[in-house]
């Protein structure tokens, strides 16, 4: 296993333990001086005078201690947001979609800073950090680029043609509650958020507390792009407190989170009857059929299982591979794996990065030690290297786990992986579909079209053919979201857009009334109604 030691900070300055002194404070080190914190948590809806403290996982090092917020405050956000709401949804389409339109320029302009701060809070690799810029940019284009087809009125059939105009409006939710989390905190902290925006909606929103200053970040940047600063409210604090005012608040919610959560998220919308979307948890298979290329595979498989360190939604977790192939791929899995380089650093060589937290380096480990207690091998990897950075763990393939071991059904959200043989794709295919979730998958194979109709067999929202998770990912156009306990709704395409709407229909009737002409008995009308249903019938008329 490649290691990587410490590279230092974008403005100078040593990340590593040492003396409190100007070298190593922690403004010198990270390049975030007070003023600048202070612009951006300045942005919260807080009123307690409580503040939480937020450290760096590259060092341990404080970044800020950010504002937290009352029910109170969370009532005061949706106050601001209602009134800002009010006139957004007067604003024309088009203003809308060029204020996206300015972000998605703002984005590439600022990614160096973006990216660094993502860095600090989350400990990712630069790479992962940047796909976040990359993807909320995708986002704001294609939704600026597609609203007037998502969002226009609609002429429908009415039901006597001429005399019956109908049409269907999209009216927007009104305020919408979003909880964002912590393992992608740019790109989650806003790609839920802009559709909503583009459908004339305002925002309140409650980022994970591990990771506010990036989305404190995205939210200046709204209000550089020409948004009203009232539209996009953000608030801080507990989730049981500060998220559940927002659920009770909210006229519609977004959450992306574990699937506990979920549930009580979906309760709380029911009791109230407004919509959700909720992203949940996964156990991502990736099969490996007999016809795959080997080394294309072990390279996509690489990338499946520890982008992010494993913190991704979409990441796989159980690989299953043909006997064909398994030996080879196994080889060219492992070498890949171990030439990785790791560390919790700022720069681009770094392949993987850090865990974000001990309470995931504890998950992580638990996992790990469990499966082996319980007569799993590790193939490469197994140990966490706090020589790199205190959260670091290495990437990690584990062979022989069994349904009594906690990694075989639970999500384990970090670089650990379970390989599989398997005999027949029917046998791959049942195994992929075993257990609750349905988010993400990866097919494998020198035949696109066998990929693509295995795919419709596997019981996941996004499918992959070839690819680990990127295709579907950056498809804007594709709905994005799980089945079973992996979630309900979509983000992405239109779908993304449409939930943050109502469908209003609108019929103008003309001439005619759909009624008896004057002096006309009801069987006269009857008849003359059944005569004309059947004309239209025959004409193919829906």
């Known amino acids: 296993m490649s290691e990587h030691s410490h590279t230092g900070a974008p403005s100078g300055g040593s990340i590593g333990d040492g003396p409190a002194d100007p070298e190593h404070d ?26 939480a403290a937020v450290a760096s996982p590259i060092g341990r090092r404080p970044l800020a201690h950010v504002p937290q917020s009352s029910p109170a405050d969370v009532a005061e956000a949706f106050s601001r947001a209602r009134r800002a709401q009010a006139s957004w949804a007067a604003t024309s389409v088009d203003d809308r979609a060029a204020a996206l339109l300015r972000l998605h320029d703002l984005l590439l302009d600022r990614q160096e800073e973006l990216i660094d701060l993502v860095l600090w809070e989350s400990g990712k690799a630069r790479k992962d950090a940047y796909l976040e810029v990359a993807h909320l940019a995708l986002t704001a284009r294609y939704y600026a680029r597609t609203a007037h087809q998502h969002l226009d009125t609609v002429r429908v059939g009415g039901m006597f043609p001429v005399l019956t105009r109908a049409e269907v409006n999209r009216v927007p939710k009104g305020v919408v509650g979003i909880i964002s989390p912590w393992n992608y905190p740019l790109t989650m902290a806003l790609c839920d958020g802009l559709p909503a925006l583009l459908a004339g909606n305002a925002v309140v929103i409650k980022p994970d507390a591990q990771t506010m200053l990036t989305a404190l970040l995205a939210a200046q ?60 948890g996964g156990k991502n298979p990736m099969l ?11 390279e996509g498989a690489t990338r499946a299982v520890f982008s992010n360190a494993g913190q991704l939604c979409v990441s796989m977790e159980r690989l299953f591979v043909a006997d064909q192939v398994y030996d080879r791929f196994v080889d060219a899995f492992v070498s890949r794996t171990e030439a ?39 193939l490469t990897g197994g140990r966490h290297r706090p020589d790199l950075g205190p959260y670091v763990f290495e990437p990690t393939i584990l062979e022989g786990v069994t349904a009594d071991m906690e990694c075989f059904g639970l999500e384990t959200f ?29 097919v494998w194979t020198r035949d696109g079209a066998r990929g693509r109709a295995l795919a419709r067999r ?20 594709a709905p994005m ?52 249903l059947r004309v239209l019938n025959k004409l193919g008329r829906a």
Not at 221 to 249: K, M, N, R, T
Not at 289 to 294: E, G, H, N, S, Y
Not at 460 to 470: K, L, P, R, S, W
């Open 26 to 51: 922690t403004t010198a080190a990270y390049g975030l001086d007070r003023s600048y914190v202070s612009s951006l948590t300045r942005r919260i809806v807080s009123t307690t005078g409580e503040t």
């Open 221 to 280: 940047l709204l209000d550089e792009a020409g948004f009203p600063p009232e539209l996009w409210q953000v608030v801080a604090g507990p989730g049981p407190e500060v998220g559940g005012a927002i659920v009770s608040q909210a006229d519609y919610v977004c959450f992306t989170g574990s699937t506990a959560t979920g549930r009580t998220i979906a309760r709380g919308c029911a009791d109230r009857l407004v919509g959700c979307s909720l992203e949940l």
């Open 481 to 532: 979201g799980g089945m079973g306990e992996s979630g309900l709704g979509r983000r992405q395409g239109p779908e993304g857009v449409l939930r943050y709407t109502e469908t209003q229909s609108v019929a103008t009737q003309r001439l005619a009334p759909i009624s008896p002409l004057l002096g006309m008995s009801e069987e006269t009308h009857a008849k003359v109604m059944t005569v004309a």
């Open 414 to 442: 970090g670089p650990v992986v379970s390989i599989y043989r398997f005999h027949s794709e029917d046998e791959a295919v049942e195994r992929a579909n075993h257990g609750p979730y349905g988010l993400n998958a990866s």
């Open 340 to 378: 990785m380089t790791l560390g919790a650093s700022h720069d681009w060589s770094v392949d993987m990065g850090s865990l974000i937290s001990q309470a995931q380096l504890d998950a992580v480990t638990a996992h790990v030690e469990d499966a082996v207690a319980k007569g799993a091998h590790v």
């Open 288 to 298: 490996v059929l007999r016809d795959a290329d080997v080394q294309r595979a072990a």
């Open 458 to 477: 596997i019981r996941c929202g996004t499918v992959n053919v070839n690819e680990a998770y990127g295709a579907t990912f950056g498809s804007l156009a």
